[in-house]
């Protein structure tokens, strides 16, 4: 990396550095705002679960479980120096996080069937030092490795124990790795334990290329073939396998709807009140993570924007529901200022009250795990 973009990437991350210290300021000393709707409760003990989202300029990471004796919401939160993508392994016994320049591995530390307060304690186990990439949508393969959309780099890649990353896959389009965020790949998604989609906001191979082609430059692609499923898109995310369809968030068109794989076409199944950014799925119903548009260059003229004024509805930051069946929509959690905005979203099947621990509190120096077998 030549002088020239190391002083670039330099104040683009004091820029973000200082406004997201400014936001984390505002945030601290008081629960963010959350207002949590009557469908909320019987939702997570009906499907036995809880949630989990991230928001990115205050750097939160939100679980969202239930107490068993006040049968109430329970909502356990870190700060991290930026909260990007967020990743459940399959035994749910392990997270993924990515940050600012780092992705994290958390395992449970609690045992199974113990009737603690926390059925799942997640204990920072190992951390990775990616550098600046964007690690915005990760997951777990089949074998329990952490692999990331790496947006920065234009490339899917996995940790590496030796260097910052270690690109498996880059677009066809892409003639080679830099860190210029050419074709801002924004969604990794997985199809039986491997990584196998991406959403991108358009097949450019110039330095931010994307951005003027944000409004219909966006595309999926099956990464095992190279082949665009569907196109024409506006600033997609979180492409996500389910029920044997590709299901999609469409992002800057304010839709969640699935690629139809014959025609190549997105089919729309209800409108989304904000910037639609987080997927996961738990029986017949889609979780969503929404935030308020914002009022900047990049989003200036979207789609959605346009939809929400002529139903005369305003966007809004929240967790929502979706009826896979009949496209029904509800807000489960909403959320106020300082948050304005989610990144990412997962189910955690099987959790009553799940706890993180963070960075900045006691608790990373009390909670250790071990096997005492090994000694006897």
Known sequence: ???????????????????????????????????????????????????????????????????????????????????????????????????????????????????????????????????????????????????????????????????????????????????????????????????????????????????EHRHTGGFIMDIKTNEVLCAGLTMPHSPRWYQDKLWVLNSGGGEFGYVDMDTKQFKAVTLCPGYARGLSFCGNFALIGLSKLRSDAANEGLIVEKRLAAEKAESYCALQVVDLRTGETAPLLLLEKPVEEIRDVIVLPNTRNPMLVGFRSDEIYRYMVFNQELLK
């Open 1 to 211: 990396m030549n002088e020239k973009v190391l002083e670039e990437e330099s104040r683009t991350l004091n820029a973000n550095e200082k406004e997201r210290l400014s936001l984390e300021k505002k945030a601290s000393g008081l629960e963010s705002q959350f207002k949590v709707s009557e469908q909320l409760l019987e939702f997570l003990k009906v499907h036995n679960v809880s949630l989990g989202f991230t928001t990115y300029h205050t750097g939160k990471t939100v679980l969202v479980g239930r107490l068993q004796k006040d049968d109430q919401v329970s909502i356990y939160q870190q700060v991290f120096n930026q909260s990007l993508g967020l990743a459940s392994s399959g035994d749910g016994q392990q997270l993924a996080l990515g940050t600012a320049y780092q992705i994290w591995r958390f395992a449970n530390a609690v045992p199974l069937n113990e009737g603690a307060e926390h059925d799942k304690v997640y204990i920072p186990q190992a951390g990775y030092t990616t550098g600046v990439c964007h690690s915005s949508d990760l997951g777990f393969d089949k074998e329990g490795k952490i692999v990331f959309v790496n947006t920065l780099f234009s490339c899917v890649a996995t940790i590496s124990e030796t260097e910052s990353f270690m690109p498996l896959w880059k677009p066809p389009f892409i003639s080679s790795l830099a860190p210029e965020d050419r074709c801002h790949l924004s969604g990794l998604g997985f199809r039986d334990g491997e990584p196998r989609y991406v959403s991108g906001f358009s097949q450019t191979d110039t330095k931010g290329g994307w951005s």
